[in-house]
């Protein structure tokens, strides 16, 4: 079973850029794209970002693509969701998702994703 443990949130000023890392422990992390997603207090989850594979493409939620950033290290067997100019909507928790099929992870319903982290809180202060 794989295992998708995230790290990187915390508190942080409205303004800063925060970085977070999605540590894949299983097999194979190359055959499988990566997603974020995350889901503020008393609201739906909603997709965030996407990377497949290869780290060739690349997908962002329309409202949040000028201050995202994703990629891969997969001799690291890490994604990464990097985002500037945080405001205090995008408090939430961050999930990341790992599936073989690149269209699973970029479905923003996420409903056929393989496998989830725990999620790391972000949380901007204002």
């Known amino acids: 079973q794989e295992q998708l443990i995230e790290s990187g949130g915390g508190l942080v000023q409205a303004g800063d850029t925060l970085k977070l890392s999605c540590k894949f422990s299983?097999?194979?992390?190359?055959?499988?794209?990566v997603g974020w997603f995350r889901q503020a207090p008393g609201k739906e989850r909603e997709f965030v970002s996407a990377?497949?594979?290869?780290?060739?493409?690349?997908y962002y939620e329309d409202s949040l693509k000028d201050r995202l950033t994703v990629s891969r290290d997969n001799a690291k067997n890490t994604a990464y969701l990097q985002m500037e100019s945080l405001k205090a909507e995008d408090t939430a928790v961050y999930y990341c998702?790992?599936?073989?099929?690149?269209?699973?992870?970029?479905?923003?319903?996420?409903?056929?994703?393989?496998?989830w982290g725990q999620g790391t809180q972000v949380t901007v202060s204002s």
């Open positions: 990377i497949s594979a290869a780290g060739g493409t690349k």
């Open positions: 299983g097999r194979a992390f190359s055959l499988y794209a």
């Open positions: 998702a790992a599936d073989r099929r690149l269209a699973n992870v970029a479905d923003p319903d996420g409903n056929d994703i393989e496998s």
